[in-house]
């Protein structure tokens, strides 16, 4: 008898399998006990974990990828490859693909004009690899680093799994704040080993994503700058993005809800402690239009004149011989102000030491050696092992610094000069339309939003989206992390977009029906909190 899906029973199906993948681990248990073979009782331990958070979440699996996006280390204590964040995607993208074959869950949302953009630029990546394979030995490439291919893959899952995905009212709710537990775990980790290094060796084993600066510096006696606190910037832009898309920024600005007000404040004083330039830029960005979108250009001017009385108020500290906190004073050393010529000149020499590496980076055909097509993802082993020593510092380099190591992986702390590295002028043009077009959808789904209760996640995803032309070109970029970051945005955009149009189409139907239907009427059902 032909096998008919349709008649098969998927959850008889997925039962069985489930109850025979059980015996087999319980007998690879009691045998990696009677051997004394923890790490192998650790993967079927996190496997036994990871089947059953799957049955639980059933069709829901798919919230796994805005929790696990940003959480991109790796459980360091499973000989696994995979990110955190790989991980969520694969369980989210196996699940859907059963449910796909026993049709089993809403078809594939039409693909719109964005969608058709991203397609070109992933089409054209296709061929940058194609031209410059990397780790692939059957081809006779010689490159290895490959792995942002593998991370617009896992993007592109991601992107699949959410095109299936029709987000309800309920789960529209307290979608920024599942998108926001994944920053918040890394910024808290961060501030915590950094601040106690002694925490890293307990920490590391189950999660690679935490920065070792502090515990290097604590084991060798060395010094870092204490200008900044990068985790706090972290903790900073997710708290002022949940906080901007649940509440209108002037009534936390003039304390009418306390609890969210001091926790708005706390956010604030985070950004400027975290001593980021671009990190209280994007800070003020996300204020602003969160602003403008919930009041216009009357709460716009009101938050931007509270944002210069804060500036102010610090240049009047510091000017009274007040001493600012050094961190803050970096945070704020492109606003002209009496701070300390020392933090100025640290916050001046990293810029310098920027450009100085975009010059050499587009010099010559050193480091690019195809600036129209791109020299693709990847480096030689060679240019690994640079590296690999300038990683751990100290004398007996390959004649490199950290320096040689960026300019060799297109870490140039540049969008459009990591784009050319990598894709070639083509690619950037091809990734600038992307990001722009997105922009304006993201921009155009938030107006769409008011009056719904999809404005507050809306809110949440569009302003990033909104805001990274202007980040990318401007600010701070990398081609290989902000391409996964605008399919990821893109997807989540198209979410928010078709359950605006479902609501805004129901509606109009029961009000017709009804012979009442008025526009004011979404105004009425689960508007934006004031």
Known sequence: MAFNARESNPAAILLFGVIFAGLIGALLLGQSVAQGQMLQIAVLGASAVGITICLALGKNIWMLIPLCWLLTGRISILPL????RDMG??????????????KKIPRFAPLNRFDLLLILNLAYLVTVYARNPVGVQAMGSAMVGGRPYADIVIAVMAFWVLQHVNLSIKEARFFPLLMAVGSLIVGGLGVLTQFFP????????????????SYLDQQTGATSSGYRIGPLSILSLTLAGVLAAYFRPVTLLLFTKPLWSLLFYAACIAGLLSGFRSGLVYLGVILALSSYFYGGLKDLVAILMSLVLGVTGM??????????????????????GPWDSDIVSSAESSTDWRVEMWKIAL????????????????????????????????????????????????????????????AG????????VLIVASAVYAWRTILLSKGT?????????????????????????????????AIFGLACVNLVARAISEYRTVNQSIGQERGVFQPRTFLQVGGPAR
């Open 453 to 485: 209760p999809f404005f507050a996640p809306a809110l949440f995803i569009g302003i990033p989206v909104i805001y990274k032309p202007i980040e990318y070109w401007l600010v701070f970029g990398g081609f290989d992390s902000d391409m996964p970051k």
């Open 198 to 213: 002694a925490t890293v060796p307990l920490i590391a084993p189950f999660y690679s994503g935490i920065s070792v600066e």
């Open 89 to 102: 995607v694969l369980a989210a993208f196996g699940m859907f693909v059963i449910f796909y074959v026993f």
């Open 425 to 432: 002028i083509a690619g950037l043009i091809f990734f600038t």
């Open 81 to 84: 490859p995979l990110s955190v």
């Open 315 to 336: 240049i009047a500290l510091q000017s009274s011989g007040i001493p600012v906190h050094p961190a803050a004073q970096r945070a704020l050393s492109f606003i002209p």
């Open 363 to 422: 010099e010559g055909e050193h480091y690019i050696k195809n600036k129209l097509l791109g020299d693709g993802f990847g480096f030689s082993a060679y240019e690994l092992q640079i590296q690999m020593q300038a990683a751990w510092g100290g004398l007996g380099y390959i004649g490199a610094n950290l320096t040689e190591a960026q300019l060799v992986t297109g870490a140039y702390h540049s969008g459009p000069i990591s784009a050319i590295r990598y």
